[in-house]
């Protein structure tokens, strides 16, 4: 019982200090194509912070979640223009975003 405990406080302490992750979604100045999905996934896992990256060819879109303490989307933007491509933010996410309840 003693064993388990210990692992369980481990657990949740390596959460605690992960970070809080966040997703935000970025597109291109231009149609991405193969090429252009291939570069920004092998070049920008490498950037700091970034722990998922999902590209749609479709919506021309690249979605990254990042630990919001160890990058933002400014700098992300600044490793989109390290590779070669002019990127944008689609959605910033809101961190002030209060939750409302519908007053009728």
Do not use: Y
């Not at 605690?16 to 570069?39: I, N, P, R, Y």
């Amino acid at each position: 019982m003693r064993k388990f405990l210990t692992i369980a406080f481990l657990v949740s302490s390596l959460a605690v200090w992960a970070g809080e992750k966040v997703t935000d979604v970025f597109t291109l100045d231009h149609q991405m194509s193969q090429m252009c999905e291939k570069k920004i996934k092998s070049n920008l896992r490498f950037e700091k912070g970034i722990s998922k990256i999902e590209t749609s060819l479709k919506d021309n879109t690249i979605t990254i979640t990042f630990d919001k303490e160890k990058t933002n989307p400014e700098m992300i933007l600044q490793g989109f223009k390290k590779i070669g491509f002019n990127a944008f933010l689609v959605n910033p996410v809101d961190n002030n975003k209060e939750k409302s309840e519908d007053i009728e």
